[in-house]
């Protein structure tokens, strides 16, 4: 039998594609997308021009919210400027009152010193005779006057210096009062502490001296448990001891009895009765 053959025909790509003619294109070639059609520079420009200054519709709308803004800040400026001229003439209502009070004071008190200064020289023309008799006499009256001023003088400066120093040594007495009460304050609080202190160690060593006197109480129990247990077994020994020895001591006489009375007698003793 021979061999399958197995060989296939060998097809040339380029001559099979030649042979099939152009293919036909569905879509746009690369020298569609290389001639396809371009802005001019100006356009290009145009456009750019407009994406920076954005959308009309927002500008027209921001123009609108600034026309209301504006209105609305021309009428609270109204507002306020009338307010403020309400104010200001009420003030000017409130100042005039005052001055014209002020006019009508000024004027009755020009006319009560008038009226005054009338009186003053009725009675100065009156007592022009008497004055000049008693212009001396008035001077020493106005030097007693100062000399009596001044004495007031002298006493208050001196009755307010001893009051300042009056209030100045209570002053300092109060202070020393209060630090004497702090310092005996201090000292006992000091007191108190060391107190409590020594109590606390007072209490602490009668807490360890009882406790230690338990603990004595406690040792000399247990050795004299101890002791009492040592003595029971040594007792208990010493009568195992004894009475090991009295047994000793009994069969050494049996054996001795024994050997001096013979073996007839040892028979005599250790056979049955016969009867």
Do not use: C
Not at 8 to 37: C, M
Not at 212 to 232: H, I, L, P, R, V
């Amino acid at each position: 039998m021979g061999k399958r053959d197995n060989r296939v025909a060998y097809i040339n790509p380029i001559a099979a594609a030649r042979a099939r003619g152009p293919i036909q294109n569905s879509g746009p070639t690369i020298q569609d997308y290389l001639s396809r059609p371009r802005p001019s520079w100006e356009e290009f420009k145009e456009q750019l021009d407009k994406k920076k200054k954005g959308s009309r519709a927002l500008a027209d709308f921001e123009d609108r919210m600034n026309d209301k803004w504006r209105k609305q800040l021309a009428k609270n400026r109204e507002k306020l400027l009338g307010a403020s001229e309400k104010d200001k003439n009420r003030d000017k209502k409130v100042a005039d009152k005052g001055g014209e009070e002020k006019k009508e004071k000024k004027e009755k008190k020009k006319k009560k010193e008038k009226k005054k200064s009338t009186r003053h020289a009725s009675s100065s023309s009156s007592s022009s005779s008497s004055d000049s008799s008693s212009s001396s006499s008035s001077d020493s009256e106005d030097e007693d006057e100062k000399k009596t001023l001044k004495k007031k003088r002298k006493r208050r400066k001196s009755s307010t210096r001893r009051a300042s120093d009056s209030s100045e040594d209570e002053s300092d007495a109060e202070n020393k009062k209060k630090k004497q009460a702090k310092e005996d304050g201090d000292k006992e609080k000091d007191e108190k502490i060391h107190r409590r202190k020594r109590k606390s160690e007072r209490s602490h060593k009668d807490s360890l001296s009882e406790s230690s006197a338990d603990s004595w109480e406690k040792e000399g129990d247990g050795k004299k448990k101890k002791s009492s247990e040592e003595k029971e077994k040594f007792t208990e020994k010493s009568k195992k001891k004894r009475k090991k020895k009295h047994k000793k001591h009994n069969r050494k006489k049996k054996k001795k009895s024994l050997v001096s009375v013979g073996p007839r007698a040892q028979l005599s003793i250790t056979a049955p009765s016969v009867t």
